[in-house]
């Protein structure tokens, strides 16, 4: 029999996990498989947003769960929820990895399944939607760290705004206020390129 | 569907977005703040443009390689990288990725696990017995008599009198003294302190030191000497001490002076742990001189001290029980090829060959220990003479493969498996057990 389950929107849905991660614990390696599936996506997005590279994202996704790994063991539910955990490990990989070996170079160009994404079959409109997607992206390495790490952890790691909060050890306020900053610094860094955002605006 | 908001449009931008993940159309939750949907519509939009941007997940390849490799790391699926014949190249990236682990490991425990606990020090003799190594307490002279007869120019008849109560003195603090007669009078001096705390009276932190001192250096004493009933002894009046120090401690605040009686006690502890393993344990490998113990499945296991260990051909291993191991309380069994050798416990499962079976034809055998799934689980290639280990998840290289044969530290090892002293314990004496003779294939 095959667990799974998604990481939790909100407190009541937290029992499936909680139970996951304490099979986790106790050596459970169907459970500990169950933890990688459901959050190899969320931690991959982070580590890519963060250092632009596919190879680095790949190597540092893999790394951070081995450091999850080895931190199971102490890992406390009730100071911590785990997605807020398992993406402050991320944090630290990210920082350690740069640290020790640098940016091997940035990828900017976005795959054909997200370009798809979109349900939209006009090729010129697909690509201008592409290059605005990946403008964006670039926009994001602009920002101050505090607001890019938040910006990054809410929207491609997807979490809550409490779960970022307890990653970054911020009050959610401030979380809020981070991505609000951020959206608007965005949206100065766009608008050359993008005045319907102005106009919109406006 | 509207209404009239004041809040802040952080909060307004965080409530479209979860009405948008309940399914509402990007329209309608705008809809819902008509008065801040100027504001709030390219706050919006641009959320679920980043969502768009950030999207690209893992590659199906990369997710279920990496996926493998973490469950590998996680005790799963062993088998399939050593115990059949895996790619070359598999098992090149296999060992790197398991060294790099295994190091990454390390340098964190090293950096995050407190200094090692007890459990450990009790397993690793080499270095307990430095520790042990008694520095004898520098001799204070009787100073004071000599004093005493300077200032007072004391006839000679006072001062032969007075340096013969002084040396009296000294021989009766300081000198030599029996185990038995320094346990007894530190037995009635713990006592007494205890009565004092008893009766509600205080006791000064240096005579806790004092006591915890010469315990220290009781235990010490016994490391040097013959097996003595103290030592059976010792550990209750280390722990009545312990008791002492957690009175005096809860209730005052912080005393450095404590903490050093505490350190004094480990020592105690470690010393007695050291002289416990040296009066119980055989040296690895070294045949016994039982030779009436027969129950073992190989005549090698009960050698006479002149008989020569059983050869081993070449691609096959001889498993012997060592029924006079009894490490940690444990049995134990020898795996040993032509050219290498190692114990483990017997409980453990070798995954090659049958149940019973005392000779295995193999280059490398896995050795299971007893949980289902198993917790530990060694790999030894017998032709290289590299041996792997996964605790707890944990890869380990015991030994590498390579010509010098290098084994893991003891300081990796505890880093490695930090606080799980029972298999840090177990491991170590696997470790300790590791010979090779003779050339190994490269």
Redesign the interface.
Known sequence: MTRAFSPP?SGSDWEPQRQIIEAAQS?D?EA??SL??AH??QV??YA??RLGNVQD??DV???I???M??GL?SYQWRKVPFAAWLMRISHNEVITFVRRKGRRGIDTE??D??ID??NNIDPAETTERTM???D??RA?KLLPEAQREV??LR??S?LS?ADTARALSKNENNV??L??KG??R??VLMQPKYPE?AQ??A | MSRISRKPIETLLEECLQAYDAGLAPEECLEAFPSARAELEPLFRQALSLRVAYAQAPSDDFKREARERFLFAAGRDVSAAFAGEPEAEFKLDARRRLIYAAGAAAQDALRDVPPPRLPFWINARRRLLEAATVTPMPSRAPAFAIGLSLRTGLSAAVVVLALTIAGLTYIGTNGPRSVDAEYNALNAQIQDVQDQLDNGQQVKSEVIVDLSRRTSELAAKLTETESSPIAAKLPELIDRQRDVVAIVSSSGPLDPALEQATKQLNEADIRLAATRLDQETPVPGEPTEDASATEGPSASATLAPTARPQPVAKGQVLLTALTNDKTLGLEWTEARSSNLRLVFPSAWKVTRGEPGETVITATSIRIDSPESPPRTIILVDMKTGEIIALVNGHPLILRDGEADGKKISADDLIAALGEDATDTITMFHIVESITVSGELAP
Do not use: C, T, W
């Open positions: 929107e050596g390696l500990v498989g990688y599936d190899i996506n991959y997005r890519l947003a994202a790949e996704a893999e790394e769960f081995h450091k790994l080895s063991p976005l795959p399944d997200i994404r979109g605005a997607l990946e964006l992206r994001v910006i990054i929207f491609a997807g705004v809020k206020v991505q609000h959206m608007q965005l949206q955002l919109r605006q």
